[in-house]
Structures are given as C-alpha cells and as structure tokens.
C-alpha cells in the first residue's frame, strides 16, 4: 500500500499592521474578508469511484432444432448464464420428426416473451434445413421471428443488431451468387462505417456455412476472403458459421473462422481424424458458447455436458485491444 502524503495545514497569517490595514478598510467599505483556509486533499477512498461498465454477454449455439435432451441442455446453458441475447448460427431447425420448426424447435425451449422476440433477446441465422425442413422455409422463418430488421433486406435474410459491446452482421449463406455479391457490397459497407463509429465494438459475423472446416460437408469457398470477402479488412473480429454439427476454430491470417458446435443431440457427427491447416482443434458431441465483451476484450468459452450433464470447459477463444 502507498504512503499517502501529509497535506500541510496552510494558513494565512496576518501581521498586526495588516490587521489595523483590515480595520481601517471596515470603516471604509464596511467589510474585509479573510481568504478561507485551504482544504486538505480529501482520501482517495473517500472519493466515489466509478464502477466498471458491465461486460456484454451472449449465448452461441447452432444446428439446435431436435427437441431431444442435447438441445434442452443446451437452453439450459444458455439461460443459466444470464445473457444479454442469444446467438445462433443457422439450422433453428434440424428435420426431426415430431419437432415442428420453430415452434417446437425454438419456443419450446426458449421463453418468447410478450414482445415475441425472446427472454432473452434471441438472434438468429438462416441455415439449409430452415429453408429445406417440412414446416419451415423462409415464410415461417419470418413469421417465428418477425422482429428482425428490414433495413438491409426486406425479408429479414442478412441484418445488423447491436447487442451493448458486439455488434451481430447476420448473412445468409443459402442463397443465390447474385445475392451473395449484394450482402457482399453490403458487408464491406457495413462493416467499414461501423469501424469508424464504434470502434470500440465486437463485429461478429455470423452465416451457416462455414468458409473453412475440416467437418464432412465442403468448404463454403463462395465466401471465403479470396472470393472477395475481406472480413478482417473490412472491420471483423470473428466469424462464425455452423452446418458441421462439429466445433472447431480454425485461424486463417489471423482472423478466427469458427464452427459453433452441435446444440442438440440428434445428427452428431465426429471429428475427423485429419485437420485441415489452420484448425486450433475440434470438438465433438453437444456444446454452446458463451461471449463476454468488453471495450477491451472479447472472450468466447465453448462448454460440452460430461456423463452427469455438468458445464464442462472445452475451449476458450481471447481476443484483445
């Protein structure tokens, strides 16, 4: 602990010539008022100090729509963690049967609140099966979500959404070469003016199908940076696809390019023996992600169930300013 300094007790002191000057000034203009002593310097601890501004959290999770036990742990975390919003990466339905999309696959296990648009908060992504699965397509996607925003896309297909210190830049992968040239421009646009306005916070780009993966299905090469994606140019953080039914990171010039992991447990898929270049690790089985953003720091830690259902690390991804 410092030594604090001793703060010297300054007072003014008057000669007695001064005090008959002072007398005399009285009579004169009916007042002379001393300077008051000076104060001592209050205690630090004395001084409020401001608290440290909350940290913004968020749960992650993809390919979850099972209505089995893997996807109800998965809420489970999701809300045990006291999130902010929770974040998916497409595939809000998987094609079970007896699991109707959406209303089944999401708000039966999530709290959909008066406004309808979740307790917490509940962004998601369009993936494959949410345009492909008996009862879902684009019509009822929207109708399950109606809140997102039209600003960028009048069927709510790609959309920003700020969420405190992490701004979400939500694409959709299933789609046309056309359109995918349109989120492009669109991307590059945001993206650079976000960058400039809120260069404190966490870009997070989210789309289904991931752009490099050592999972079973190909690699998403349409929206990879050599075909003209500039993800870290533009002003990303992190980018986070699903589709692998797998976790795994994998860092290509930097930038983290992340599979999210499997929210359910129906269609569980293993690792391959065999990594592609750039992949950290992978991880396989049911899992979710929790993001806690600050100003000056972004953490993402990936939790798997053991044999009793506990949390369980299994990853942690850091990032830094």
């Not at 913004?56 to 006291?82: K, N, P, Y």
């Not at 998987?94 to 708000?107: D, I, L």
């Not at 684009?138 to 709510?156: H, I, K, S």
């Amino acid at each position: 602990m410092k030594m604090m300094k001793k703060v010297r007790d300054r007072r003014t002191r008057r000669t007695s010539a001064g005090a008959a000057a002072c007398a005399a000034v009285v009579l004169a203009l009916a007042g002379c008022v001393a300077p008051p002593p000076a104060l001592s310097d209050p205690r630090p601890s004395d001084i409020p100090q401001p608290s440290p501004p909350a940290a913004t959290r968020l749960a992650l999770i993809s390919d979850f729509g099972t209505c089995d036990a893997g996807e109800q742990w998965t809420a489970d975390q999701a809300v045990s963690w006291g999130v902010d919003a929770i974040v998916t990466a497409g595939d809000n339905s998987q094609g079970v049967e007896g699991c109707a999309p959406y209303t089944e696959s999401v708000w039966g296990y999530f709290d959909r609140g008066r406004d309808g648009q979740g307790i917490p908060p509940l962004w998601p992504t369009l993936g494959n099966h949410d345009y492909t699965d008996e009862g879902a397509g684009l019509d009822a996607y929207r109708a399950a979500f109606p809140y997102l925003d039209t600003t960028a896309d009048a069927e709510q297909r790609w959309y920003t959404q700020d969420v405190g210190d992490v701004t979400l830049f939500v694409l959709d992968s299933e789609t046309t070469p056309a359109e995918l040239d349109t989120q492009r421009a669109w991307l590059r646009e945001e993206l650079t003016d976000q960058r400039a306005s809120r260069p404190d916070a966490w870009n997070v780009v989210l789309f289904h199908r991931p752009a490099y993966t050592s999972g079973v299905h190909e690699d998403n090469r349409e929206m990879r940076p050599t075909a003209g994606w500039d993800y870290a140019g533009w002003g990303a953080d992190i980018v986070i696809a699903g589709h692998q039914h797998i976790y795994e990171d994998v860092v290509v010039d930097g930038l983290h390019y992340l599979t999210a992991g499997l929210g359910g447990t129906a269609n569980y898929r293993e690792c391959p023996a065999e990594l592609r270049e750039g992949s950290r690790l992978c991880l396989d089985g049911t899992g979710a992600s929790v993001i806690e953003a600050t100003g000056d720091q972004f953490v993402l830690q990936y939790f798997q169930p053991d044999t009793e259902g506990t949390a369980t690390l299994g990853d942690t991804i850091r990032l830094n300013r």
